[in-house]
């Protein structure tokens, strides 16, 4: 296999330790000592931060201190991390309330499985944009170096009766499944057949244009259903949505294709409503997800899915302008490390770095043209 040269050492360009190091300075945040004492550069990049920033640090936010620390697990697994684009900002907008696996509430800094933890969706790629969602430490832990496949796997293993894997159970692994599968390119056929058993977290990128039309429906659902909750103050915004999923309606090939995009439309909404007003209520997003769970749903949803062509489907997600976004395979997985499997080649190893004063040729310093600054007073 070929390696990408832009994520060897020699290539990057920067000590990765050093760099991490001065960025902690310039956020006034200490590494851990262990962190330290194994990484020597680390520790001098922080000293030479601290000597450039004394005082004049950034705010060390919630976000801020959650990048250092993955840059620091990167660094130690010798992982690629994308700081062009994955910076404090960017793991402000992919953050979220609850875990979209496990659904429980996310805590923050108490070391708890409940803390909200940045997983790598597609393991055999780097912390970069596109492949990042936050979860549960405990999803994230059980989750692992698991795929898609993985994932189903043991979901069947808990419907044969084992009751949970790894920590979760077969609804939990249903929906590590389907999250999975955003980020894994299927077959077509097989992507067509799939639940929504969990939206794509905010910036995912969704690889199988079945999905990324998939995910348009259900998104113009939910926030349709929010537009109807406020009613009558949403009465103008839900006229608006019920327009726009008619025009997205009318983006598929045929009447006849048209026709089961309705049918399934009715028997979604319908599902998703009926679980989001019942007894036992759900929060909008859940019953959007859970209304697959119902089989007249799939089946519709397939026979609509099955007719279309990946082109088309991508076609009609391009047709719908602002809040999609169409990205080239180079676009969509830049910074992904994919030739090394998402690590630095080749890995780096803690070594203290040379005194730049002696690294440096001796024609550089003073000393060395002495005799010839003072030649003129001779």
């Given amino acids: 296999m070929r390696v990408n040269t832009t994520f060897t050492l020699s290539n990057l360009g920067v000590d990765l330790a050093f760099e991490l190091g001065w960025d902690f300075a310039h956020y006034g945040v ?43 697990n990167a660094l130690g697994r010798g992982r690629v991390f994308d700081t062009e684009q994955v910076t404090p900002r960017y793991l402000q907008l992919i953050d979220a309330s609850h875990c979209p696996v496990t659904r429980e509430v996310l805590t923050h800094g108490t070391g708890q499985a409940s803390d909200g933890s940045v997983d790598r969706v597609f393991n055999n ?71 929504m058993l969990v939206l794509p977290p905010n910036r995912l990128r969704v690889f199988n244009p079945i999905q990324a039309l ?23 915004q839900a006229e608006a949505l019920e327009e726009r999923l008619e025009r997205v309606r009318a983006a598929f090939p045929g009447k ?11 028997a979604y ?15 909008l997003r859940w019953a959007v997800e ?28 391009e047709a719908q302008g602002p809040g999609t976004r169409h990205l080239s395979d180079t676009q969509a997985t830049e910074g992904w490390a994919l030739e090394t499997r998402g690590y630095v080649v080749p890995r780096p190893q803690p070594r203290r770095l040379a005194d730049p004063k002696v690294a440096l040729p001796a024609e550089h310093w ?11 007073l001779g």
């Avoid at 003073?366 to 003129?376: C, G, K, M, P, V």
């Fill in 125 to 195: 790629a780097a912390y970069a944009a596109g492949n990042l969602a936050v979860l549960s430490t405990r999803a994230n832990r059980a989750k692992a170096d698991h795929g898609f496949e993985d994932a189903l796997r043991f979901m069947k293993d808990c419907e044969g009766g084992v009751s949970e894997v790894d920590g979760l159970n077969g609804a939990q692994w249903a929906r590590t499944a389907v999250l999975a599968s955003f980020v894994e390119r299927l077959d077509h056929a097989q992507a067509a057949t799939l639940p």
């Fill in 256 to 266: 006849a294709l048209r026709k089961d995009v309705a049918s399934f439309l009715e």
């Fill in 269 to 283: 909404r319908a599902q998703a409503k009926a679980l989001a007003l019942g007894e036992g209520a759900l929060p």
């Fill in 214 to 236: 998939q995910a348009v429906l259900c998104r113009l659902v939910l926030v349709l259903m929010e537009a109807e909750v406020l009613l009558p103050q949403g009465q103008a």
């Fill in 30 to 72: 200490t590494p851990a000592d262990d962190a330290l004492l194994a990484w020597p550069q680390l520790a001098q990049g922080f000293d030479a931060g601290r000597q450039t920033f004394g005082l004049r640090t950034l705010q060390p936010t919630r976000h801020a201190r959650k990048w250092l620390s993955l840059r620091l």
């Fill in 366 to 376: 003073l000393t060395a043209r002495q005799a010839s600054l003072f030649a003129e």
């Fill in 290 to 317: 859970d209304a697959w769970q119902s089989r007249m749903v799939l089946n519709r949803w397939k026979r609509v899915a099955r007719q279309l062509t990946a082109m088309q489907a991508e076609l009609i997600v």
